[in-house]
C-alpha cells in the first residue's frame, strides 16, 4: 500500500494542488506504518512546504508531529501546538489534533488536567462530527489520562471505546490496546493479555510496524506474571521493530524488560 500510494504521489501532477496534497498525507501514514520513517517526515514536509494556512498547514504539522514524536516528544508537542492554532480547521481535524497534543501536554510535565480539558472537547467534537474511530480514539485517551490522574477506573468508557472499534475493525494503536495497557497496570493479566495478542496478530499480519507497543507491553506483562522466556523473546522482538523503523521513544521500552530479567536471573554484569 505504501508503495502504491508512493507511485500516486508521483504520478501526481503539482498544478493538481489538492489532490497532491491528501496523497502526500496518505502516502505518509502508510510509509510510517509500514516502518519506513524517512519516507513519511520527507513526504509530509513536501505538503508542509506548499500547504495553505489553515486546514492544508493544520493536517500536515498533525501528520509531521505524529511521525516525529516517536523521535523527540519536544518536537511533537510543538508540531501538535501549531497545528492546533491554525484556524479554519473543522470539528474532525480539531479533534484529530486535540487527541494527540492531550498527551504531548501530559508527557510535558505541565500536569494532566489541560490533557483532560483538551481530550472533553475532543470527545464533544468527534461525536459532532458523527466520526466513530475519532470518537472511540478521543475515549480512550481520555479514559487513560483520567487514570493518570487517581481517577476510577473507567471501565464504563473504555469498554464504549472497545465496543466502537472492534464494530469498525480492530486497530494495532486503537482503544483495545490501550485498554489492554490498562489493565495490566491494574492487575488484570489475563484481560489484558488476551487483548494483547489480538492485537499484536494482527500487527504482524498487515506489517504494522506500531505493534512494536503492544508486544512491549505484553513482554513486560508476562515478565511480571513470571513467564521470563516468553518475555525474553517479546522483548526482543519489540526492540528490534522498534529501532528498525525509527521508533526512538519506544525502542528502550523492550530493553528495560530484557534488564529487568537479566538482573532477576542474577545477570548483573550483562547489561
Not at 211 to 234: K, M, Q, S
Given at each position: 500500500a505504501a508503495a502504491l500510494a508512493e507511485r500516486a504521489v508521483t504520478?501526481?501532477?503539482?498544478?493538481?494542488?489538492?489532490?497532491?496534497?491528501?496523497?502526500?498525507?496518505?502516502?505518509?501514514?502508510?510509509?510510517?506504518?509500514?516502518?519506513?520513517?524517512?519516507?513519511a517526515e520527507r513526504f509530509l514536509r513536501d505538503a508542509l512546504a506548499v500547504a495553505g494556512r489553515?486546514?492544508?498547514?493544520?493536517?500536515?504539522?498533525?501528520?509531521?508531529?505524529?511521525?516525529?514524536?516517536?523521535?523527540?516528544?519536544?518536537?511533537?508537542?510543538?508540531?501538535?501546538?501549531?497545528?492546533a492554532a491554525e484556524p479554519d480547521a473543522?470539528?474532525?481535524?480539531?479533534?484529530?489534533?486535540?487527541?494527540?497534543?492531550?498527551?504531548?501536554?501530559?508527557?510535558?510535565?505541565?500536569?494532566?488536567?489541560?490533557?483532560?480539558?483538551?481530550?472533553?472537547?475532543?470527545?464533544?467534537?468527534?461525536?459532532?462530527?458523527?466520526?466513530?474511530?475519532?470518537?472511540?480514539?478521543a475515549l480512550s485517551t481520555l479514559g487513560h489520562v483520567e487514570l493518570f490522574q487517581g481517577r476510577e477506573f473507567p471501565h464504563a468508557a473504555m469498554q464504549r471505546a472497545e465496543a466502537i472499534e472492534l464494530a469498525d475493525g480492530l486497530r494495532v494503536d486503537g482503544p483495545t490496546e490501550v485498554y489492554a495497557e490498562m489493565l495490566a497496570d491494574h492487575g488484570?493479566?489475563?484481560?489484558?493479555?488476551?487483548?494483547?495478542e489480538r492485537v499484536i496478530a494482527l500487527g504482524r499480519e498487515i506489517g504494522d510496524a506500531g505493534v512494536c507497543r503492544p508486544l512491549f507491553r505484553l513482554a513486560y506483562t508476562e515478565w511480571e506474571v513470571?513467564?521470563?522466556?516468553?518475555?525474553?523473546?517479546?522483548?526482543?522482538?519489540?526492540?528490534?521493530v522498534a529501532a528498525q523503523t525509527g521508533r526512538e521513544t519506544i525502542a528502550p521500552l523492550g530493553s528495560l524488560v530484557l534488564a529487568l530479567i537479566e538482573a532477576m536471573r542474577g545477570n548483573v554484569e550483562a547489561g
Amino acid at each position: 500500500a505504501a508503495a502504491l500510494a508512493e507511485r500516486a504521489v508521483t504520478l501526481t501532477p503539482p498544478r493538481s494542488r489538492a489532490p497532491l496534497h491528501r496523497r502526500r498525507l496518505e502516502a505518509a501514514r502508510l510509509a510510517f506504518a509500514a516502518g519506513d520513517r524517512p519516507a513519511a517526515e520527507r513526504f509530509l514536509r513536501d505538503a508542509l512546504a506548499v500547504a495553505g494556512r489553515g486546514r492544508e498547514r493544520a493536517e500536515a504539522l498533525l501528520e509531521l508531529g505524529t511521525v516525529l514524536n516517536t523521535e523527540d516528544r519536544r518536537v511533537g508537542l510543538e508540531l501538535f501546538r501549531e497545528a492546533a492554532a491554525e484556524p479554519d480547521a473543522d470539528a474532525r481535524l480539531r479533534a484529530s489534533i486535540l487527541v494527540q497534543l492531550a498527551w504531548a501536554e501530559g508527557y510535558s510535565g505541565a500536569g494532566y488536567e489541560r490533557a483532560v480539558e483538551l481530550l472533553q472537547e475532543a470527545v464533544t467534537l468527534a461525536e459532532a462530527a458523527a466520526d466513530r474511530p475519532l470518537l472511540a480514539q478521543a475515549l480512550s485517551t481520555l479514559g487513560h489520562v483520567e487514570l493518570f490522574q487517581g481517577r476510577e477506573f473507567p471501565h464504563a468508557a473504555m469498554q464504549r471505546a472497545e465496543a466502537i472499534e472492534l464494530a469498525d475493525g480492530l486497530r494495532v494503536d486503537g482503544p483495545t490496546e490501550v485498554y489492554a495497557e490498562m489493565l495490566a497496570d491494574h492487575g488484570h493479566y489475563a484481560e489484558a493479555r488476551e487483548r494483547l495478542e489480538r492485537v499484536i496478530a494482527l500487527g504482524r499480519e498487515i506489517g504494522d510496524a506500531g505493534v512494536c507497543r503492544p508486544l512491549f507491553r505484553l513482554a513486560y506483562t508476562e515478565w511480571e506474571v513470571g513467564d521470563w522466556d516468553r518475555a525474553w523473546e517479546l522483548a526482543v522482538e519489540a526492540e528490534s521493530v522498534a529501532a528498525q523503523t525509527g521508533r526512538e521513544t519506544i525502542a528502550p521500552l523492550g530493553s528495560l524488560v530484557l534488564a529487568l530479567i537479566e538482573a532477576m536471573r542474577g545477570n548483573v554484569e550483562a547489561g
